[in-house]
């Protein structure tokens, strides 16, 4: 106890303040002793959309539960607002692959779920819970059932419910990748304007995909992992002008040097 104590003294470090989320010096091994990070850095300012990339297995996911607060680093920090997490915040939401409705309840009652577990009085819920549906689209539709709508209907409904709940930060996992293409489409172009509309409290968003088109689709700065252990070896800033084509130059020249990035690591694991 005393020696994590010291540990953790020795990589305390001032976190940048103009940061909404920031990990800094980020090693980590799973129990097994695969060691999956070294040294990651990756900061999310205001108002911007950060998606991480890399080759599968590299370790996507394990950061993203690290910037939830889900996984605790064996060395460095992250830092919400500049101050240091150690746990899992209401601050910031995870949205997983897979969509999560609640097939029982109704689109209102499922996005009241996450309102009533901070005990929120229920005339006031399903108020709150009205105007999520409504940021994301689904206005008129508050008493339809899961399986009363589409793929891209239910992953709204989990995007209102994760939004009713006033997090700070959204954390995305491959939050497209069970819907068809049309679909995902559709609910891409819309993403980002729900996400920073001046309706939600949402300070930026963290992505991850494998779906490269998507990425510069929507983030504003890409990380790309690589190697075993997974560094950064690459940041790009993505300046395009929004709505972003990815039939334009531009677009494919991005996507022509992300690939180059991503061959997968030759080291191999234990
Ligand atoms: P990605 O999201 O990039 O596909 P993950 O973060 O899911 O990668 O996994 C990173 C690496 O860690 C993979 O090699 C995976 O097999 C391994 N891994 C994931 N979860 C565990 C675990 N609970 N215990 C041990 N190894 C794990």
């Given at each position: 106890?005393?020696?994590?104590?010291?540990?953790?003294?020795?990589?305390?470090?001032?976190?940048?303040?103009?940061?909404?989320?920031?990990?800094?010096?980020?090693?980590?091994?799973?129990?097994?002793?695969?060691?999956?990070?070294?040294?990651?850095?990756?900061?999310?300012?205001?108002?911007?959309?950060?998606?991480?990339?890399?080759?599968?297995?590299?370790?996507?996911?394990?950061?993203l539960?690290?910037?939830?607060?889900?996984?605790?680093?064996?060395?460095?920090?992250?830092?919400?607002?500049g101050?240091?997490?150690?746990?899992?915040?209401?601050?910031?939401?995870?949205?997983h692959?897979?969509?999560?409705?609640?097939?029982?309840?109704?689109?209102?009652?499922?996005?009241m779920?996450?309102?009533?577990?901070?005990?929120?009085?229920?005339?006031?819920?399903?108020?709150?819970?009205?105007?999520?549906?409504?940021?994301?689209?689904?206005?008129?539709?508050?008493?339809?059932y899961?399986?009363?709508?589409?793929?891209?209907?239910?992953?709204?409904?989990?995007?209102?419910r994760?939004?009713?709940?006033?997090?700070?930060?959204?954390?995305?996992?491959?939050p497209?990748?069970?819907?068809?293409?049309?679909?995902?489409?559709?609910?891409?172009?819309?993403?980002?304007?729900?996400l920073f509309?001046?309706?939600?409290?949402?300070?930026?968003?963290?992505?991850?995909?494998?779906?490269?088109?998507?990425?510069?689709?929507?983030?504003?700065?890409?990380?790309?992992?690589?190697?075993?252990?997974?560094?950064?070896?690459?940041?790009?800033?993505?300046?395009?002008?929004?709505?972003?084509?990815?039939?334009?130059?531009?677009?494919?020249?991005?996507?022509?040097?992300?690939?180059?990035?991503?061959?997968?690591?030759?080291?191999?694991?234990?």
């Amino acid at each position: 106890m005393a020696k994590d104590l010291v540990r953790e003294s020795q990589i305390e470090k001032p976190s940048n303040s103009s940061s909404v989320l920031e990990a800094a010096n980020i090693d980590f091994s799973y129990e097994n002793g695969y060691k999956v990070f070294e040294d990651i850095n990756l900061s999310l300012n205001r108002n911007e959309f950060v998606a991480i990339v890399g080759p599968s297995g590299i370790g996507k996911s394990t950061l993203l539960r690290i910037l939830g607060g889900f996984l605790k680093p064996d060395k460095g920090s992250v830092y919400l607002m500049g101050k240091k997490i150690n746990r899992p915040t209401p601050d910031i939401v995870l949205i997983h692959q897979s969509i999560v409705t609640f097939p029982w309840m109704t689109a209102l009652e499922n996005v009241m779920v996450s309102l009533k577990a901070k005990h929120i009085p229920n005339d006031k819920a399903e108020e709150m819970a009205k105007e999520a549906l409504e940021t994301v689209g689904l206005q008129g539709f508050e008493d339809l059932y899961p399986k009363e709508m589409s793929g891209g209907m239910r992953q709204r409904v989990a995007i209102a419910r994760a939004l009713a709940a006033d997090p700070l930060v959204f954390l995305m996992d491959e939050p497209f990748a069970h819907l068809d293409e049309l679909t995902a489409e559709g609910l891409r172009q819309d993403i980002y304007n729900i996400l920073f509309s001046p309706d939600t409290p949402l300070k930026g968003v963290v992505l991850v995909s494998h779906n490269l088109t998507e990425v510069i689709e929507l983030a504003d700065v890409i990380y790309i992992l690589n190697n075993v252990p997974a560094t950064v070896v690459g940041k790009v800033q993505v300046d395009l002008p929004r709505p972003r084509s990815p039939r334009s130059e531009a677009f494919n020249r991005l996507l022509d040097s992300l690939y180059n990035y991503l061959t997968p690591p030759k080291v191999k694991k234990p």
